[in-house]
């Protein structure tokens, strides 16, 4: 069974992912509305019927990553 360990792992995390896909309209109905988030965890940009939404918490989060992996090397 040892070579086949990277494939069992790889079934579990997509079972786990299924049932996150599954369980997620469920739980968008227990959430609270996304106009109540704060800014730093969702924007959303609207305009003339265009929107964007992003996270600038991701997005820092994103940018310290890659420059910690630059600083590393």
Do not use: C, N, Q
Not at 28 to 45: D, G, H, N, Q, T
């Amino acid at each position: 069974m040892e070579p086949y360990r990277e494939f069992t792992a790889l079934g579990w995390f997509l079972i786990v992912l299924g049932l996150l896909f599954v369980a997620l309209p469920y739980v968008a109905r227990m959430v609270p509305s996304v106009e109540k988030l704060p800014w730093f965890i969702l924007w959303v940009y609207r305009r003339d019927g265009f929107y964007f939404a992003t996270s600038p918490l991701l997005i820092l989060l994103s940018v310290l990553s890659m420059v910690w992996s630059y600083l590393r090397r």
